[in-house]
């Protein structure tokens, strides 16, 4: 149970980033070789770690100082020894994500190596 929490605790911290626009929660989700990929309407995006939170810090105002609650929930987590897979739904840039992370332990500490994204259509 203290590792599903541990994962958890990166989940929302992957979350706030979010909310936040925040670039230093994001590197703090993810671990520094992570990859974001996906299809959006215009093709296949692939982006680094930091390209992501770039991304992410560019949207200003923040969802939060727009006041728009970042509608977000975990839909599962399975923990193989130190690795993990979690499947959560956020909703972001007015799309609804199904976002399929996957977590690596290093050095006692979770990190998100790869989140694949799927657009749910509304």
Not at 15 to 41: I, N
Not at 91 to 112: C, P, Q
Request: with cysteine.
């Amino acid at each position: 149970m203290a590792e599903e929490q541990a994962v958890r605790s990166v989940i929302q911290v992957y979350f706030d980033s979010m909310s936040e626009s925040s670039r230093e929660k994001v590197c703090e989700a993810f671990h520094p070789s992570g990859k974001v990929t996906g299809y959006l309407e215009d093709g296949l995006h692939e982006m680094t770690r930091d390209e992501f939170a770039d991304l992410v810090a560019s949207l200003q105002p923040s969802p939060n100082e727009s006041d728009q609650k970042l509608h977000a929930e975990v839909l599962s987590i399975d923990i193989t020894g130190d690795t993990a897979i979690a499947k959560v739904r956020d909703e972001y840039l007015g799309m609804m994500f199904i976002d399929t992370l996957s977590f690596i332990k290093v050095d006692d500490a979770w990190s998100i190596y790869t989140k694949l994204f799927h657009i749910e259509k509304i």
